[in-house]
């Protein structure tokens, strides 16, 4: 079956601007997570999706990050007032129902700010 | 405050070798431990999954050991090849089992 995607694959945006971030999870996983990867570094965890609900978002970075998953599949991943140093790839993942299942990764999304 | 170091951070070997990544890890209470493949500009490619009750597990050339009592980890690739190059991530999942922990990486590079 198809995997996770994630859209856009690559966003430039500037200084200020809002941005969304959209991730489609593999049908049937009720677990979705975000991680944010800098250059050079491991993917580091956001925030963690039970079914609707933000069961963990311990690694948002401050409340300009914000992300919905209104009913329990698609995922939307909102940056306010961005800044340069929020540029990073955006990764999303699924697994099957959390907790020690397998994460399934998508191709993220390249965010640049300028 | 779970943390994971991978040596060396980037590895050149000739066609045909064989290989050994290391992932260590400083709490030894872990559940999962995922290795990863990562090409460039790409997302992440799962591995291998070893579960906390485990010691090893095997994938065609690739072989994953885990030793919880030292906090170690490795990833041994046997007669690499120059498809192998990409970055090789270790992770392991927090205590809560909501999120992954990663390390930096090792960059994998093969000749021909």
């Known amino acids: 079956g198809a995997g996770v995607s994630q859209t856009p694959s690559n966003k430039v945006t500037e200084k200020g601007k809002y941005v969304e971030l959209r991730c489609d999870p593999i049908s049937g996983h009720t677990a979705l997570y975000w991680y944010r990867q800098s250059l050079g570094q491991g993917p580091e965890f956001l925030i963690y999706?039970?079914?609707?609900?933000?069961?963990?978002d311990s690694g948002l970075p401050n409340d300009r990050f914000f992300a919905v998953r209104p009913e329990g599949s698609v995922s939307t991943l909102k940056i306010q007032r961005t800044e340069r140093g929020d540029s990073a790839v955006y990764l999303c993942a699924s697994s099957l129902s959390g907790g020690k299942d397998e994460q399934y990764f998508g191709p993220g999304t390249r965010l640049t700010v300028t | 405050k779970q943390e994971v170091t991978q040596i060396p951070a980037a590895l050149s070997v000739p066609e045909g070798e064989n290989l050994v990544l290391n992932c260590s890890f400083t709490d030894s209470a872990i559940y999962n431990l995922q290795w990863f493949r990562q090409d460039p500009g790409k997302g992440l490619t799962s591995l291998l999954l070893?579960?906390?009750?485990?010691r090893e597990q095997t994938s065609g050339r690739l072989n994953a050991s885990l030793d919880k009592s030292s906090g170690r980890s490795t990833l041994y690739i046997a007669a690499s090849q120059p498809g192998d190059s990409a970055t090789y991530l270790c992770?392991?999942?927090?205590?809560?089992?909501?999120?992954?922990?990663f390390g930096k990486g090792t960059t994998l590079s093969v000749s021909s």
């Open positions: 999706f039970q079914g609707t609900g933000a069961a963990d």
């Open positions: 070893i579960q906390s009750s485990q």
């Open positions: 992770a392991l999942e927090n205590q809560a089992g909501t999120a992954l922990i």
